[in-house]
């Protein structure tokens, strides 16, 4: 790693740099620490007095690389005039680093500690990992080889989410390190995406299963627990709460740098999570370019889910996907049946023991309809097949759900092709799934139109 620390020379910023110096050796890097010259309240004086001052700084600098050069690490020195976070900034450009390390200074520890505005600065402008050591003892012990580091990783299914865990998987690569994945946004929302509102822990085993089974595509490598949340509050005290639960002595959590307007209005969890935490800390930024680049990179087809109303279009629909699923892939044909449905297009209950029987006679024509759409040969080079018929009032509703409760890679469904009036009178049922669907849809045309 390419790494700038800022010092003050203060203890916490001598036990920081320890800290930057060894994670730079470490990884086979170079440090370079960073003393920012803040003659501001100088500017006026005389120009021994301004010379005397840098002078002193410089002396310190020297002798403290020196000392870090004693633990084995590459380090340089500079000593930039201006605001510290500009400086700081402006040096891990100039050296192209890889990584930001402050400590974080205050009048007291723990949570709630008051870390400087040079480090709230700093976090809030930096397109780089950023690493603010509250607790070096953890960390120093890491690095020395001497214990592993308990990491926990702000997890979700978003960019900035994969970007933190790519940065503890480096991490991981360092040194023993068990890495705790936490889901710390609201379970009820997922619950309620995924159409399990009303099944709570299978909501929350499915939620579990679908992190485990992103972070092994994100990271297969890497050996991590997945957690989710069940703290109440806002994500930044969420993190909190489970950092202290799980003995964290790093949270690393990703961030989409906004503007200071829209943080403002929006907020920042990092920087939140900055005030909240007792413990280390590491930003990792993804820039909206980065993030855009990465949304647009297609995820490997494994999972594709297609729905039918057993129409020809529908069908067709089933045949398309079952034609792209690639060897490996599972697909997973779904008809979604009216819990009001009896036989021959009929609806109601004139009694309960005739609509049951009649219901359940319908769902098996309709299950067995499903079956027949699978060539003999669907299920060759190692593809999976199943059918399904889901009961909803909604069948755009379900489909998306579906979709979520399955984690598919590709949507399928057939359409009409109706547009303008026809459409907004007659409705659509593939254009409210495209209103819903937070995944690749795929739509399937008639064959003549």
């Not at 940065?167 to 009820?188: H, M, Q, S, W, Y």
């Not at 027949?372 to 060759?380: K, M, T």
């Not at 097949?385 to 409760?405: G, M, R, T």
Request: aromatic content about 2%; proline content about 5%.
């Amino acid at each position: 790693m390419r790494i700038t620390c800022g010092t003050d020379f203060s203890e916490r910023g001598r036990e920081a740099a320890e800290v930057a110096a060894l994670l730079a050796a470490r990884s086979g890097g170079r440090l370079e620490l960073v003393h920012a010259l803040d003659t501001r309240g100088a500017v006026f004086g005389a120009a021994h007095v301004l010379q005397t001052l840098e002078e002193a700084a410089r002396e310190r600098l020297d002798a403290e690389i020196e000392r870090l050069r004693g633990l084995g690490a590459a380090v340089e020195g500079a000593m930039p005039d201006g605001w510290p976070d500009e400086a700081l900034l402006g040096e891990a450009e100039r050296h192209d680093s890889t990584l930001i390390v402050l400590a974080a200074t205050g009048s007291r520890d723990g949570a709630g500690v008051s870390v400087g505005k040079t480090c709230e600065r700093t976090l809030s402008r930096t397109r780089l990992p950023m690493l603010v050591v509250r607790d070096p003892a953890p960390l120093l012990a890491w690095l020395r080889g001497e214990r592993a580091l308990q990491i926990l990783v702000a997890f979700d299914f978003s960019t900035q989410a994969g970007s933190a865990l790519t940065f503890a998987a480096r991490l991981a690569r360092l040194g023993n390190c068990r890495i705790v994945a936490a889901f710390t946004d609201d379970p009820k929302r997922e619950a309620r995406r995924m159409g399990l509102s009303d099944t709570p822990d299978e909501a929350q085993a499915r939620l579990q299963e679908a992190l485990a089974n992103r972070v092994a595509e994100l990271e297969p490598e890497l050996p991590a627990d997945v957690v989710v949340s069940a703290h109440l509050g806002d994500p930044a005290a969420r993190l909190a709460h489970l950092a202290e639960r799980e003995n964290a002595d790093l949270v690393i959590a990703g961030t989409q740098q906004r503007g200071p307007l829209l943080r403002l209005i929006a907020g920042s969890v990092s920087l939140q999570l900055l005030r909240d935490a007792a413990t280390n800390l590491i930003v990792v930024p993804t820039t909206d370019a980065a993030a855009a680049a990465l949304a647009a990179t297609p995820h490997e087809v494994r999972r594709v889910l297609v729905a039918t109303d057993l129409s020809e279009t529908g069908n067709r629909a089933v045949a398309h996907a079952l034609a792209l699923a690639p060897a490996g892939a599972e697909v997973r044909i779904i008809h979604v049946m009216s819990p009001n449905q009896m036989l021959e297009g009929a609806y109601g209950r004139p009694s309960y023991r005739q609509f049951e029987a009649e219901h359940a006679a319908e769902r098996a024509n309709r299950q067995q309809a499903l079956e027949g759409l699978v060539p003999r040969d669907a299920q060759a080079g190692s593809r999976t097949v199943v059918c399904e018929v889901v009961e909803h009032d909604l069948p755009a509703k379900a489909i998306a759900e579906q979709a979520e409760h399955y984690d598919a890679d590709l949507v399928c469904v057939g359409t009409l092709g109706r547009s303008g009036l026809s459409a907004a009178l007659l409705g659509s049922t593939a254009q409210d799934v495209l209103k819903q669907l937070r995944r690749p849809l795929l739509l399937v045309p008639p064959a003549e139109r």
